[in-house]
T-cell receptor, first 115, second 112 residues
Framework: GAVVSQHPSWVICKSGTSVKIECRSL??????MFWYRQFPKQSLMLMAT?????????EQGVEKDKFLINHASLTLSTLTVTSAHPEDSSFYIC???????????FGNGTRLTVT | DQQVKQNSPSLSVQEGRISILNCDYT??????FLWYKKYPAEGPTFLIS?????DKNEDGRFTVFLNKSAKHLSLHIVPSQPGDSAVYFC???????????FGTGTRLKVLA
């Protein structure tokens, strides 16, 4: 089945630094990838839609200058958390699907802790 | 406004019995529904989906039922196994869009 790989699986960084998270579709091409954030005991909240070759589409309330998304190729999207603060600590998950007839497949997530 | 709701945050079921997880939605434009299973510190894993043109879809121990008039779907797992213990999310989507709206999840615990 479709595989989405996300790296790193966990990262600890100091406040004020930036962190990059990578999301790759391993066996299919994804023109669109999605970035979610999950707070403890809460649902998956869509942050943004990453479009290959164009700008990402951000959900309401998500700061595009803080969460930079780059979809450089049909198999790679990156999320950079810039100038991270402790409140950015969360579980970030990417997802992708090959086409409209396929379900979304998720990466294993990245646990970000900002100290 | 929570368009997809899972009103039971948790459920405990004895091994071998049926687990029934429920999900309600408010947006009548949704026409594609999915269930995902999630273990702690992992991404969700796709389980089963259903299109609005159907009212039932079965895959092994998992069956999803859709009641469009009630805007309700349910996931049945039978027989339940301890390995099924996880958080289950339902999700809804509209044709022609990639966006999924997730429910808040139900934590299933299958007791051995």
């Amino acid at each position: 089945g479709a595989v989405v790989s996300q790296h790193p699986s966990w990262v600890i960084c100091k406040s004020g630094t930036s962190v990059k998270i990578e999301c790759r579709s391993l066996d299919f091409q994804a023109t669109t990838m999605f970035w979610y954030r999950q707070f403890p005991k809460q649902s998956l909240m869509l942050m943004a839609t990453s479009n290959e070759g164009s700008k990402a589409t951000y959900e309401q309330g998500v700061e595009k200058d803080k969460f930079l998304i780059n979809h450089a190729s049909l198999t790679l999207s990156t999320l950079t958390v810039t100038s991270a603060h402790p409140e950015d600590s969360s579980f970030y998950i990417c997802s992708a699907r090959a086409d409209y007839n396929s379900p979304l497949h998720f990466g294993n997530g990245t646990r970000l802790t900002v100290t | 406004d929570q368009q997809v709701k899972q009103n039971s945050p948790s459920l405990s079921v004895q091994e071998g019995r049926i687990s029934i997880l429920n999900c309600d939605y408010t947006n009548s434009m949704f026409d594609y529904f999915l269930w995902y299973k999630k273990y702690p510190a992992e991404g969700p894993t796709f389980l089963i989906s259903i299109s609005s043109i159907k009212d039932k879809n079965e895959d092994g121990r998992f069956t999803v039922f859709l009641n469009k008039s009630a805007k309700h779907l349910s996931l049945h797992i039978v027989p339940s196994q301890p390995g099924d213990s996880a958080v289950y999310f339902c999700a809804a989507s509209t044709s022609g869009t990639y966006k999924y709206i997730f429910g808040t999840g139900t934590r299933l615990k299958v007791l051995a």
